[in-house]
């Protein structure tokens, strides 16, 4: 997956500012998730995320991006589907910590939403200090340097004044919009081929995990789940995308679970009993899929 040597990096990711959250000390599990892209025509990958929220014996619940597909603004938050989200979170926030970062497809969730979900915002790269060390976690995007045009439009959509006149549309227009930039990122991905496939820049995580004194980075984004050393003392973890409801491609879904001295990789219907260790010694491939390249 990294197969550009830090030195060759295309260019340096400005260092942002780390935002820092401590667990409590009685925490003794903590879940990570991201790029579940929700929405009403998967209601299998759905209904999978609302039973790990229920079923998780987890402490808490990050959620590190895409937790939807598509996300036009707050005032969306009780139509059918969404208000159906919205309670499941809600409805685990009351048990456990249930934290949220933006990711690319739900950078417009607001105060609004995480307030009736009972969610914590979390600022995107955030360093997490629980079981006695420091992880940066981030979605990841933003370290995908080498994708130029989809920075430039990142850039743009996360601009105040680009969100301001985006949610002042009537809100069917701004869906229509949403769609059409969704239609237009899909036909990109079937454009690129394996060898044009944009990974997160090397020396830039390396460098963000120095400064953020972490040994950790976690991940989501580039749907190519798995774990592999960054530089000596530093690994990734790559979280999975969820993909439940199509029928044409392998169900994939996975939950990285963090406790004391290890990270395992779990299969969130059976979460509570069923794991599987990341090692070093044996990290599994990060090698994009077919169907997954190119801008998430």
Known sequence: ?????????VAAVPLPSFWEFEAPRAWQRIDFISDLHLAEDRPRTF???????SSTPADAVFILGDLFDLWVGDDSRNDRFEARCVEAIADASSRR???FMHGNRDFLVGDTMLKACGAMALVDPAVLIA???????SHGDALCIADTPYQRFRAEVRSPAWQAAFLAMPIEQRREQALAIRQQSEQRKQMTSRL??????????????????????VHG??????SEPLAPGLLRHVLSDWELDDCDAPARAEVLAWTAGRFERLAPSFACSV????????LPSLSPSSNNTGAR
């Open 47 to 53: 209904e999978a995320f609302a039973a790990h929220l």
């Open 196 to 217: 044009d496939w944009v990974d997160v820049d090397p020396a830039s995580a390396v460098r963000w995990l120095h400064e953020a004194g972490a040994s950790a980075l």
């Open 131 to 137: 079981f006695d060390q420091r992880i940066l976690l």
């Open 1 to 9: 997956m990294m197969d550009r040597p830090p030195e060759a990096s």
């Open 221 to 226: 984004h580039t749907h190519c789940p798995g």
């Open 275 to 282: 794991a599987s260790p990341v090692a070093p010694s044996a």
């Open 97 to 99: 910590a249930i934290a």
